[in-house]
T-cell receptor, first 111, second 112 residues
Framework: EDQVTQSPEALRLQEGESSSLNCSYT??????LFWYRQDPGKGPEFLFT???AGEEKEKERLKATLTKKESFLHITAPKPEDSATYLC????????????FGTGTRLTVIP | DSGVTQTPKHLITATGQRVTLRCSPR?????VYWYQQSLDQGLQFLIQ???????AKGNILERFSAQQFPDLHSELNLSSLELGDSALYFC???????????FGPGTRLTVL
């Protein structure tokens, strides 16, 4: 069964304190791994798509990496405005084109 | 702003009622997806339409149905509503059937 697990569930960081969020996945065939940011009561905002192991993508203070079993979202020198829930999702090669989402990591950055 | 629009933003109704949620995809996107997000569960896929045709179904209840119109906007119909249907309902769109999905702002449904 296709599965996505994110850890930790919640993370509190001091402003400037770098850290990483983990997304482990078990799928029959990976079509792509997607990272989204979601603010309370809002729709998920697209951040990155990764397609193959070894791929990396960067945007401002965020960097996403992918291996055959997991993905990391590295946050460098975070600011309070980076506080949000970060969602990981996978698309599977065989079957429907929907995304399987993890339950997210709730990040709080304290000034 | 993702370019995906959803109306209404909020909906409050009573058990047993029927509601319709509306979604307009990004310009040029042919695929529309519906997801449900409740407090105790993450984002759950409901249904996908591609260029007017149903493409895939997830954990969608029989009381729920959807359609995509010729102008590519989509509607999600929820009937015989129960308290447990209270959730955020998101629409997403993509260019094709396997591309990055962009999400709308959601409709918050409250069933009393």
């Amino acid at each position: 069964e296709d599965q996505v697990t994110q850890s930790p569930e919640a993370l509190r960081l001091q402003e400037g304190e770098s850290s990483s969020l983990n997304c482990s996945y078990t799928v029959s065939g990976l079509r792509g791994l997607f990272w989204y940011r979601q603010d309370p009561g809002k729709g998920p905002e697209f951040l990155f798509t990764l397609y193959s192991a070894g791929e990396e993508k960067e945007k401002e203070r965020l960097k996403a990496t992918l291996t055959k079993k997991e993905s990391f979202l590295h946050i460098t020198a975070p600011k309070p405005e980076d506080s949000a829930t970060y969602l990981c999702a996978v698309g599977v090669v065989a079957g429907a084109n929907n995304l399987f989402f993890g339950t997210g990591t709730r990040l709080t950055v304290i000034p | 702003d993702s370019g995906v629009t959803q109306t209404p933003k909020h909906l409050i109704t009573a058990t047993g009622q029927r509601v319709t949620l509306r979604c307009s995809p990004r310009s040029g996107d042919l695929s529309v997806y519906w997801y449900q997000q409740s407090l105790d569960q993450g984002l759950q896929f409901l249904i996908q339409y591609y260029n007017g045709e149903e493409r895939a179904k997830g954990n969608i209840l029989e009381r729920f149905s959807a359609q995509q119109f010729p102008d590519l906007h989509s509607e999600l119909n929820l009937s015989s509503l129960e308290l447990g249907d209270s959730a955020l309902y998101f629409c997403a769109s993509s260019v094709g059937g396997a591309d990055t999905q962009y999400f709308g702002p959601g409709t918050r449904l409250t069933v009393l």
